[in-house]
Every structure is written in C-alpha cells, then in structure tokens.
C-alpha cells in the first residue's frame, strides 16, 4: 500500500460533520452507510431471536421458554430477517452505495426520495419494534389467515403496518434504481457493458416495483380485517384463506429473489475480479438475472401444494418451478468456468464468493426436492424447507453481503480490514452455518414440523447438532462487526483500487469525493476488461 | 419530456366520448345480454382507460420504453389473475373435495 | 412516474384479484348486493370523474403553452370537481350505514339467506373505493400544492414537470374508478 | 447415541416418495462433488503465481457448452418434475374402495370420527393393509394433518373439505403432526396413529363406548333439525329427496350441474341458496352457527348411506400387506 499522503482529499465522509449533516443527507453513499448501520442493528436483534430459538430447542420439553413466547421469537425473527434485513441488505447498502459509481453518475437520479427510503424503513422499523416490546406477534412471518386476523392475540397491527411502511421503502428504492439505471449511465456505457452487479440489481428492481404492492394490498387487506372486521378471507362469511396465501406469495416468493439476485450480481463482481478474467458467459449471466426475475413470478403456487389448491394447478407451479432453476444453474456453471485459465488470488471476498456457491449449490438442489410433488407433500412445513431457505438466503445472501462489504469496504471507508482475521471469519462462517443447518436437513426428512417448541425425544441430537454449528455462526457473525469497526480507524489506507479491480468504481478515490468523480468518466472497454487496466495503471504510474 | 401538445378540440372530442361510453355503459347493463353483459362492461371499461392512457395522459407520443412497461404491467397483473384461476377455477375437476 | 404507476397498478390489483374471486364464486349473490348501490349516482359521478380529467388535461396543456392564468384556472376546476366526487361518495357511504350495508356485527342484507358472501360484496366495495378515494385525497392534496406553485407563477413552458406528473396521477386514479364502476354498480343490472 | 438418519416406512407411499428421494440425492450429490471439485481443482491449478502480475488471456463464450449445462438439468429435473407429479397424482386419487374416517382439527387438537362410530382425540386407529380415505375440515383455522411414516400431508381448511389417503403397510404406532402453525399451542397438537392386525382392529371396533354408528347419530340429528319435514325419501316434500342423491350428477338452477360429493353437501347445509336444485325455491334456512362441523360430517354419512353402495368394501383379509410385527 502506498504511504500515507499528508492531506488527505476531502471525500463525502469529510466534507461535513454532525448528524444533522447525515440526517438530512441526500449523498447517496452517506445514506447507503445509515442504511448499514439500521439493518445491521436489525440483523443483531433478529439474530438474538435466533439464539434463543437455538438455545430452546436444546432440549426437547420445552422447558426455558412458554409456547407463547416461542412462538413470538420465530414470528419476530423471520419479520425482522426477512422484510427489515435481507430485502434491503445488498441492495439498499451496496447497491444505494455502488450502482451510482459503477455507472458512472454523481447520484441515484431521485436523492431525495433516496433518504425517503431510508426513513420509511426506520419508521417501518420502529412499528416492529415497537410490537416487539409491547408483547410480540406470533402469527408467524407468513401470516397465514384466519389465524392472522381472527385468532390471533397479539400485536398483528403494528406489525403489520410496519411492513406496509417497509414496503414503501423497497418499491422506492427499486423505482429509483430503474430510474437511474435507464437514464444516469455514463456515455459509451451501454447495457452490455454494464457490471453484473449493475445487472442484478435492475431485475431485482423490476421485482420490487412489480410484487412489493401486492404484499402492501395483501397486508392492508389484514391490517382492516383486524380493524374494521372487513372479512375478506374469513372462511366464516364465504372467504377463501387459500386466496390469501395466493397473494402472500405473489410477493413472497419473488421476495426470495430480491434477497438473492443482487448477492449473485455481488458474486460475478468478486470471482471475475479475483480470476482477473471477465465472467464467462456475460451475457447469459445477464440473461438468467431476468428471467430469474420473469419466472420468479410465475412459481408462487409451490407454496401451496398441500394447501387445498387444485392439483392440476400444482402441477403447473411445479413444472414452472423447475423452469426456475435452469437459470441459477447457468450462473453456478459459468461463475465455475471462469475460474478456467485465470489468475485467481485466495483473498477474503473471494472465499466469501468460494462459500457462496458452495451454500449456494447445495440450496439450489435442495430446492428440486421441494419442488418435487411428490416429496414436497413430506418435507413442506418440515426442517428440511427450514433448512432449505436458510441454505439460500443466509448461505447465499449473507454470504454474498459480508463478501462484497469485505470487498468493497476499501472503498467505503479507505482503509483495509485485517485480512488474517477476515479470513478466519469466512472459515467460521462457513463451518458454522453448514453445521447449523445441514442436520435440519435430516430432521425435516424424518418429519420434524416447524414452528414446534417442543418436539419428540428422538429428534434431539441432530437439533443439539445444529445449535452447536449456529454458536460457532454466531462467533463467525460477530467477529466482522469487531474488526470491521476498528479497522475504520486503525487499518492500513487502502488507495483507490487495492485488487486491481475494472469497474468505474475503482477509478475514483477511496473513499471517494461527494460527487463520485472529478470528472465524470466516459466508458470504452466492455465490462471486465483486466487488460485495459495493466494498460492504464502502467501509462499513469 | 417530449413536447407534444394536442389541440382542446382533440382533448374535448376525448372527453365527449368518454361521457357518452358512460352513458352507454349504463343502458347496457340494463339489457340482459347473459354472459355478454360482463363481456361488453369491460370491454368499455378498457376503451376508456384507453382513451384515458393515450390521450390525456399522452401515452401516444411517450417513448417506446414507457409504452413497453404499461403493457408490460398489464401482462403481469393478467399473470397474477391467470395463475390464481388456474387453482380455483380447477378445484373440484379430481372429484375429490380439496384437491 | 410512469414506474410508480406500475406499483399502483400492481397495488390495486391484488384487491382486483380478490373481487373476480369471489364474484366468480358467488355471482347471484353479488348481482343482488351490486342492485343496491344507486346506479344513477354512480353513473353522475364517473362523469364528473371524467370531467374532472378533462379540466386537468387542459391544465396540463396551459402549462406546456405557458398559460399561466388557465393552468391556475383549470387546477381549480379539477379540485373541485373532485371535491364534489369525493362528496357524493360520502353521501352514498352514508346511506350503506344507515342501511346496515356496512360489513361487521351489525351487518344486514335483506333477502339473502347468505348473510357472509353479502358483506364480502361490500367488504370489497368499501375497501376498494375507499382505497380509490385516499388516492382521491391525495390527489386533492397534490392539485393544491400545484394550485399554490403555479398562482406564484412557478411553471411555465420550459418547467411544468410536476405538473405533468400531478395530471398523470389524476388520470391513473380515474382509470381506477373506469373500473370499479361497472363492477361494482353494473352487474346484472336487468334482474331487478 | 444413536443419530436417526431416515424416518420408517409404513404406507404404500413411503417406498415411492423414497425412491425418488433417492433419485434427486444422487442427482444432488453428483453436481456438489462436481461443482465443489472443479471450484477446488480450477483453483488450485489457476492460482497466481508469485511475481506473475500478467492478465490472463480471456477465455470466449462457448454458445454449445451453455446449452450444453442449460439442457442436461432441464432433463434431469424434468425426470424429478414427472415422477414427483405422478406419486402425488395417485397421492390424490383415494380408491373407491377406502375405509372412510373423519377428521375434525381444532385448536389444539384432533378429533377423529369413525363411520361404526367410534370417536377418538389425538389417536387414530386403523387396520393394515387397507386403504383409509381422510375427510377432513378445521372449526377455527388452518391446521395440517401429517403422518412422516406414511410420507403424507394434507392442509386441513375452515370451511371446505380436504381429502387424503393412505395404505399402512405395517403395523405399529407413528407420530401424528399437526404441520401448518395454528398458534400458541401448534407443538401440542401431536397425537399417534395406531396401525393394527385386521383382528386387533376388530377387537378395537368391537370396545369401548358407542353411541351408534355415524350414519345413524345423523339420521338422528336429521330428524331432531326437522330436515325430515321437507326432505322426504318419496319426494312429497316441498324439497327434493336424498335418496340416492350422493354421487350423483344434481341438475342446478341457472342450468349448471353439481356433483353431489362430501363437499356439495355441506355446502348446501350451511349456505342453502348457493346451489339450488333445478325446479326448486331457494327455502332452506341455513344451518350456519346451529349446528358444529361434528354435526355436518354426521348428517353428511347419513345423506351418503342413503345411497347404497356401487361396490363391497374390499375384505382386508385379501390384501398382501399382512401385519408384519415390529
């Protein structure tokens, strides 16, 4: 690393202070950082939930916690997770942080709307919160009616008015990424030149603005049926509660693909880079984030498949299913294939990328099993959909998001992490996680319904087995927060392209001036273009 | 923004018109036409947003993007409706209640 | 915009959704609840809905003149028009109270023996032109906010976005209601 | 310690759903060796050499090997897509022939009503070998029936029927789950499937308290409700007579037909005016809120026995899945 400069150039950190500076920012870096510091926050909470859950499941009698507050520790965990941590994890942190960047622009094309986001997600937030404390909720994340709006005795308004505010945040966040995408790119930066991660981001968008509204009508829907005892799924009166797990999943699983395509669009970055090769198969790699967007929206009914929906529309949902995943097979392969012939360096984010793909992998085929008919009508409902997502959307996004913040976090704060310790972390990480989840896999094949807080005696050593691997997931979890923080301060500077990376992000400085570029860049070489950066590195230095 | 700017009497000939679809809508749905009835209601219904969309809203003249998306959205939404009806218009076909 | 009128209609069609369900399940039922809301009433207020979109369609076209005087005039015709939309829905709102139309415990449908599939016709047609009518509001909100800029002379030809953006989401809300008219006022009309 | 690795089989189902469980293992443990190997092979032979800052040659797109790795999957998971669909076709199909049992879920337990007319809460007795056929419906919200041994689940709904079926082939005693959240005590809602010998069953029928079978407690309920005024078997009433009504095709008002199955039943008990009979008035009162889903699923087999049975129920006797003692 280059010595020290005596002045260091004034950047969006520097160039003003106090928290009225931050507060009302419209610098979309400082906002993807408040974002950071929010979903981080709601990331400790929702994994408190999970240490408890853990720590109950133990033993089989169910004897540190009641049903009740069981039930509300799941409840509030997957809501937490789910619509205040993964969905605006990459996106709203990385992808808020870096789509202006690597596109070349001084900012998303609507600031103000930007910090809107921001601020909706807090208020949303704080509703959960505010549940939280006041006694929980214990519908479970799905909200299935008529336990939801009928049964239920516990704080399901809040709640759920926390997420319709959430929701808001996302659409707005998706409309500005389009908006941006469509309109802000640098000359000569046409769409096949885009990076992948620019890529990912924008189908994961077009999910957003697409689904999103549907989950907010769905939970209004709920909100007034518990308010003004409207009725719309109440089997009493007529109404159909298969309707509602329709319309739940019309957005929710798209959802999983909000949580996932940008953590692949962070993946393509991270191998390429660190193969110093351009992605074999760019343009399928491209293609497959939008037809993982198109057909993430036509598989909604494999959620139901024992849920009293007609057979014959089962069938289709699972035929369309599996369409789904040939896409994800493609990425998987071609993320492989570029290792092919390259130059590939071991440094943290790339064994982030290396366990992404291994969790990634095996989420991937498990997710044949429930798509599956035949086995579906076992396993649904069972650990081994438990361990299925989590495989997914914790194996993969989580993996993706500390792998692309370890990447990118050079150039968001200008210092390097301890590269010793971070590896050790991904190490932990990865052990961890397989040794928590993989086990669920066992359990749910030999029957193990969910959302039990007490279970038969037989089933106890594999949930041993599994609240073993999630202690050493949460050292592995903790850990990045401790040295990332002090590295803020104390790491080495970093210099504004540390792994030799392409991408119009590196070209500027870490961490960079408030409008990303003293002079915007004009684009002439197709993304990934290694050779192209020798070049200049070598005419410049 | 493209400038393109109709004239009040294009703007007012649209407007008649939807008033008297309205009107028309109204008659008809007196008339029992059986099934037709729900055909013919929204048929109207989407001539006007038609109507509506193209002209005041200038959908004619935006770009083609914009124009591929609303079309798009009404693709998905037709989705959303497809796909529901392909369970519950097919529940009962087993012979078997619940399947 | 146009991006955010994606989301609305996304937004608005999961309740679309929910109505062709239960329509398609309980269609007598649903033609006998839909013969009560008053047709004529309805059929007035599509049309001042109408006119309110002409007058605003004229505002938009005065701001891309750079009339000033006429936008002013024109956004003032659209609020109240949409005020008086707004008024004789609460009226009709109104009458359903008083008549027990209103789903919840004291709920009553005379001549049905099917009290529940009843109330989901009006559990339906509350939350759906309710919905319809908080847009209204806003947009209300909106149009006056645009009312205040352009009297201070705001807008002119070069810089009418906002204006242009305010009429797209007038039209958006009244192609809702081009919807929620036949279906809800206009089924079976013939029986009675 | 013992770690259980794979749950028993006690249905006809399990063997099948297993066989293809084993197909997609296969299938997963092939491409994570292949994926993981090449990652660790690629890596390790592609890894930067100390001193070499050179930029790798790029490597172009082969259209054929993508096709190549696009189509292979699609076919294997075409194969997992058919073989899945057919197992749970014949998973929805219950045989003409099944013993039919009643299951009523509520929070937080099951109750579950034999046509001889036993009664049970959270215990299931059954014979091996035959076929037993579900109906099943939930008084509050949406629970869900599911036996691991037999490698079957069913979603049981307010306000409808569902159905589902299965053949034990052993006998034993199984885990009875309650798979879908129903609230506070969701883990208690637990209860064990006794699989007998066709003697045993016997004996078990033959025990215990009744209050006749469930056809007969419905024909009583059916007078007591006064059902009997207006519904009369010659069809002198101002109704039309259920005799010989189930199964059949009913001709509706507006012209449609309506097949006269479990659910069409209930329906017309608790909302009388959705389906009424062709050249009949809409009179029936409804039912709703006066009688409990126990009460319906009574009248509903006593409706059912006033239509004779097409075929014998199949004697247990002749089925090869004799009791295997565990």
């Known amino acids: 690393m280059t010595t020290p400069v005596a002045q260091e150039q004034e950047n969006y950190l520097t160039n003003s202070y106090g928290l009225k500076s931050w507060l009302l920012t419209k610098d979309h870096k400082r906002i993807a950082l408040l974002y950071m510091a929010t979903i981080t926050l709601f990331f400790f909470i929702g994994g408190a939930f999970a240490t408890l859950i853990r720590v109950e499941l133990l033993t089989p009698q169910g004897d540190l916690v009641s049903s009740d507050i069981y039930n509300r520790l799941f409840t509030m965990h997957g809501i937490m997770m789910i619509f205040f941590f993964l969905i605006p994890s990459i996106p709203a942190t990385l992808g808020n942080f870096l789509i202006p960047m690597m596109i070349g622009a001084r900012d998303l094309a609507f600031p103000r709307i930007n910090l809107l986001s921001w601020y909706l997600l807090v208020v949303g937030g704080l509703f959960a919160l505010f549940a939280m404390l006041a006694g929980g909720v214990d519908t479970g994340w799905t909200f299935y009616t008529p336990y939801s709006t009928t049964y239920s005795n516990s704080w399901v308004i809040a709640t759920a008015l926390g997420i319709f505010v959430a929701g808001f945040s996302s659409i707005l966040t998706g409309l500005n990424f389009i908006v941006t995408i469509h309109r802000m790119r640098a000359p000569g930066l046409t769409w096949f030149r885009l990076p992948l991660f620019v890529w990912a981001h924008y189908a994961t968008s077009v999910i957003q603005v697409l689904g999103t509204p549907v989950l907010a009508v769905t939970i209004l829907l709920v909100f007034s049926e518990r308010v003004f005892h409207i009725g719309i799924f109440d089997p009493a ?305 | 923004m493209t400038q393109h700017i109709d004239s009040v009497k294009t703007y007012a000939v649209i407007w008649i018109s939807l008033l008297i679809l309205t009107g028309v809508t109204t008659a008809v749905a007196f008339v029992d036409l059986g099934p037709f009835s729900v055909i013919v209601a929204l048929s109207i219904a989407v001539v006007k947003m038609m109507l509506v969309a193209l002209f005041f809203m200038h959908l004619r003249h935006s770009g083609k993007v914009t124009q591929l998306a609303m079309a798009a959205t009404v693709l998905w939404l037709g989705i959303m409706v497809a796909f529901t009806f392909a369970d519950v218009a097919t529940r009962g076909w087993m012979g078997v209640p619940g399947r | 915009m146009w991006v955010f009128l994606i989301t609305e209609v996304m937004f608005f069609g999961g309740m679309f959704l929910a109505y062709i369900v239960y329509r398609a399940a309980y269609p007598d039922i649903f033609a006998l609840a839909s013969s009560s809301l008053n047709v004529y009433i309805g059929a007035a207020n599509t049309a001042v809905l109408l006119c309110s979109s002409f007058t605003m369609v004229l505002g938009v076209r005065a701001a891309q003149l750079g009339q000033k005087k006429a936008l002013a005039i024109n956004i003032v015709l659209t609020l109240l028009l949409g005020f008086v939309f707004l008024g004789v829905k609460a009226f009709e709102w109104r009458e359903k109270f008083i008549e027990h139309h209103v789903p919840g415990p004291s709920f009553h449908f005379e001549g049905v023996a099917m009290q529940g599939p009843a109330q989901l016709f009006f559990s339906l047609y509350f939350a759906m032109t309710g919905l319809h009518a908080l847009h209204m509001v806003i947009g209300a909100g909106i149009m006056t906010w645009l009312l205040i800029n352009a009297i201070r002379g705001r807008y002119s030809a070069d810089y009418m976005t906002p204006v242009d953006i305010g009429g797209l989401y007038w039209h958006f809300v009244d192609i809702i209601w081009i919807f929620l008219f036949p279906l809800f006022y206009l089924i079976d009309r013939h029986l009675k | 310690m013992k770690i259980p690795l794979f749950p028993e089989q006690a249905s006809t189902f399990a063997p099948d759903v297993d066989h293809l469980y084993f197909y997609l293992v296969a299938v997963s443990v092939f491409f994570t060796i292949l994926i993981f190997a090449s990652i660790f092979f690629l890596a390790i032979k592609y890894r930067k050499r100390a001193g070499n800052d050179g930029v790798p040659k790029a490597v172009h797109t082969g259209i054929a090997l993508e096709i190549v790795w696009s189509v292979i999957p699609f076919g294997l998971s075409m194969v997992m897509f058919g073989w899945g669909a057919e197992i749970f076709f014949r998973e929805s199909r219950p045989p003409q022939n099944a013993l039919s049992i009643y299951v009523v879920a509520k929070q937080w337990m099951w109750k579950l009503e034999h046509m001889e007319g036993q009664r049970e809460i959270n215990e299931l007795h059954i014979p091996v070998g035959r076929p037993i056929r579900l109906t099943m419906t939930s008084e509050d919200v949406i629970h869900s029936f599911y036996v691991p041994a037999f490698r079957t689940k069913q979603d049981v709904v307010p306000g409808r029927y569902s159905t589902t079926w299965f053949t034990p082939t052993q006998t034993g005693k199984y885990h009875l789950f309650c798979a879908e959240y129903c609230g506070t005590k969701h883990s208690g809602m637990t209860g064990w499937v006794y699989v007998l010998s066709p003697e045993d069953y016997q004996d078990w029928l033959s025990g215990g308290k009744k209050t006749g079978t469930l056809a007969e407690r419905g024909e009583k309920l059916f007078n007591d409700l006064a059902c009997s005024n207006c519904h009369k078997p010659d069809n002198s009433g101002r109704c039309p007579t259920l005799v010989n009504v189930f199964g059949s095709n009913v001709k509706l008002v507006g012209g449609t037909t309506a097949k006269a199955d479990e659910a069409y039943i209930r329906e017309s008990i608790l909302r009388p005016d959705a389906k009424v009979v062709f050249g009949y008035q809409p009179l029936m009162p409804t039912f709703q809120g006066q009688v409990t889903e126990e009460d319906v699923l009574e009248l509903v087999e006593y409706v059912k026995s006033l239509t004779p049975k097409p075929l014998a129920p199949a004697p247990a006797a002749d089925n090869k899945a004799q009791a295997s003692n565990r």
């Not at chain 1, 798209?254 to 692949?264: F, K, Q, T």
């Not at chain 1, 191998?271 to 351009?278: D, E, L």
């Not at chain 1, 989590?390 to 990118?408: D, Q, R």
């Not at chain 1, 990332?484 to 400085?509: D, F, H, I, M, R």
């Open chain 1, 237 to 541: 009166l007529g109404g159909d509660p298969v309707l509602f797990q329709h319309l739940f999943w019309f957005y929710s699983h798209p959802a999983v693909y909000i949580m996932i395509l940008p953590a692949m669009g962070v993946i393509s970055e991270l191998i390429s880079t660190f193969s110093r090769k351009p992605i074999f198969g760019y343009h399928f790699v491209a293609g497959s984030s939008m037809a993982i967007a198109v057909f993430g929206f036509l598989v909604w009914g494999h959620h139901l498949f024992v849920s009293t929906q007609s057979v014959y529309a089962g069938l289709v949902f699972s035929f369309l299913s599996y369409a789904v995943a040939i896409p994800s097979a493609i990425k998987v392969f071609n993320w492989t294939a570029t290792l092919y012939k390259g130059s590939i360096s071991f440094e943290t984010p790339m064994l982030y990328a290396f366990g992404f793909i291994g969790l990634f992998t095996i989420g991937g085929l498990t997710g044949l099993f429930v798509a599956s008919l035949g086995i579906d009508v076992h396993v649904t409902d069972t650990y081994f959909v438990v361990a299925h997502f989590h495989y997914i959307m914790v194996g993969g996004a989580i993996m993706a998001f500390l792998g692309g913040l370890h990447f990118w976090w050079p150039k968001i704060t200008g210092r390097m992490y301890p590269e010793g310790w971070a590896k050790l972390s991904a190490g932990i990480v990865f052990l961890g996680f397989n040794g928590t989840f993989f086990p669920q896999f066992i359990l749910g094949y030999l029957g193990m319904p969910r959302r039990y807080h007490v279970y038969p005696a037989e089933f106890q050593v594999l949930h041993v087995m599994s609240t073993l691997g999630a202690s050493v997931l949460a050292v592995g979890y903790v850990m990045p927060m401790v040295y990332l923080v002090w590295s803020w301060k104390y790491g080495p500077l970093a210099g504004p392209n540390p792994y030799q990376a392409t991408g119009l992000e590196w070209k500027t400085a870490s961490p960079p001036p408030l409008h990303n570029f003293d002079h915007l860049p004009v684009v002439t070489h197709e993304a990934y273009d290694y050779s192209a950066l020798t070049e200049e590195v070598t005419s410049v230095g």
